[in-house]
């Protein structure tokens, strides 16, 4: 791993990369991405990719220079809730459930709702009663 290595190199923490947690090597470091001139754009592009599945949520708090998984439990204790609510309102949000369209009525819907209609009322098309 680099890190060690550089621990070794440049006798950070005494030259011992054993110093270190297994826990706290494998750890991302994130670094933040430039500013951008044009946030609502990048704000819109952001929301396309995430609901097109071009990029995931870590994904783009990692540009943006946060570990989603540290500020998942921020946002749970912010708002009073546990962290699989977050991780469902997040979902929901990236994700939002799909709403059928309704269609139209149409003149066809009409004759075949006639149809039933007459099917249920005593007697049927035939005239003779039941």
Not at 49 to 60: N, R, V
Not at 88 to 116: H, M, S, Y
Request: charged share 20%; net charge negative.
């Amino acid at each position: 791993m680099w890190f060690d290595l550089a621990v070794m190199q440049f006798g950070w923490l005494g030259g011992d990369p054993m110093a270190i947690s297994p826990a706290a090597k494998s750890h991302m470091w994130d670094w933040p991405k430039h500013r951008v001139a044009d946030v609502e754009a990048e704000a819109n592009a952001n929301e396309t990719k995430l609901t097109s599945g071009q990029i995931g949520l870590h994904q783009l708090y990692s540009d943006a220079g946060f570990d989603l998984e540290d500020e998942i439990p921020a946002m749970a204790a912010t708002f009073g809730v546990d962290e699989q609510e977050i991780r469902k309102c997040l979902l929901d949000v990236i994700l939002p459930p799909v709403n059928q369209p309704t269609r139209p009525v149409t003149a066809q819907d009409g004759a075949i709702e006639q149809i039933f209609r007459r099917a249920l009322i005593p007697g049927g098309s035939n005239g003779k009663q039941t």
